[in-house]
């Protein structure tokens, strides 16, 4: 779920569409200069409460308005302060060429051609300035909404097969690969910097024969708790256990740190956090035996070669007094960007929640093998010639398991008994999980698979 902070950067973005100002009216409007705007919605520097207090009544509505979402503050708008061609049209923010990450839904505009008023300075960019560059587009702009390409494809494949519908499915999810790619090289337009498809692949990122693996170790989680399962053998305890599904993992996992441009060496041993890529570390030991490692099953000692959502996941179990630090020995980064697929990632969600909304098996189907396959294939694959970039997919990857450690956390400090973790989405847990899980189809939430009695005969 978005934080109030990301929230109210959509929410600036939306009105801002609406009453067709640029950041400089805003900031004039606020007392902030046009520099200020564009760091604090480039998350370089936080909205403050003064600020909420500002920014609502520039856009004269209660501050609550303000702070509940685009959507609705969007409709608390003065009719007077809606730019001609704006009533009622679709609260989304646009893809421009001074803002890099609106929501994924958004429609998309050609640039602004080279009539009065002049086009405000450049934002600021997230990236660090090494990755910034001009973008010179090499393709064209998306027709409408992301969201639109997704269903005029399933559309078009039911109208295609005379309404069946699983000759439809079969079709599209046939299709997936070029289809997403496609919704990805959309989501990029406007962007004030281009990602490298294809950088150089650096020998521990190369596979060692058509069916090995390279060097790069996603931390795959496969772990039950001993101790428990050794009690419940021996009949000292029994526990009622319910298997959660995590939703769309891989799906959420898009939402990650990713290198933007080719890799590049270094031997300093500090971690940058405005930059992504893989690291050579000596792991700390871990010793909790009621939480898995970060690290998955690995049972190898000493160095490997990790990514940078795992990397990250150590630090902050270090933070937490869970582990020491692990030592970096040599790591390949670039500058990066979380937001590298969020358009895409936003537009894939919001079509998978109307899909489940109508029971639109179809839909839902197609919406899976396209982020599925998007991950499976952007490294080394015959499938994906328009992409190669392996760190991605392992970061990506790594992500998903990240995000299912940090739920068995959350389960664990709210005082449930974590029992086994597996795979990208299986979290066991014994204890009153819908207390600190929502249950449901959505990212945020989870859903029960199956349920079993520990130590039962």
Known sequence: ML??????????????QHTGERQADVGQGCGLSQIQVSRRQAAVARWTLDDCDALAAHWGMPVLDLLAGPTHAVTKLPPNRIVAGRRGAQTLIPVSQDQEMPPAGAPARPPRRATPPPAAPPEEESAPPAARRTVVPHRPAPAGPLTDQIHTAVARQIAEHDGDVDAAKAALIKSAVPDVMALFHASRVGGRYEHTDHPPTQDILKKTSQKGADQIWEGRPKWRATELHRAARTGLITLDVTALDINGAYLAAL????PIGKLVHSTDGVHDRKRSGVHLVTPPEWTASDLPSPLGARQEP???WITEPTLRLLLRCAQQGLCEAPVIHESWTSGASEGLLEKMRRALTEVRQEAIANNDEVTLEYVKSMYSKFVSTIGESAANREIRRPDWMHIIRSQAFANLWMKAEKAHT????????SGTDELHIAGDWQSVFTEGRDLSQVKPKHTYTLGAS
């Open 3 to 16: 934080s109030t902070e990301e929230t109210l950067r959509l929410t600036v973005a939306a009105l801002m």
């Open 255 to 258: 939402k990650t740190w990713l």
């Open 302 to 304: 000493g160095r490997l």
């Open 414 to 421: 709210s005082g449930l008994t974590v029992v086994e973790m």
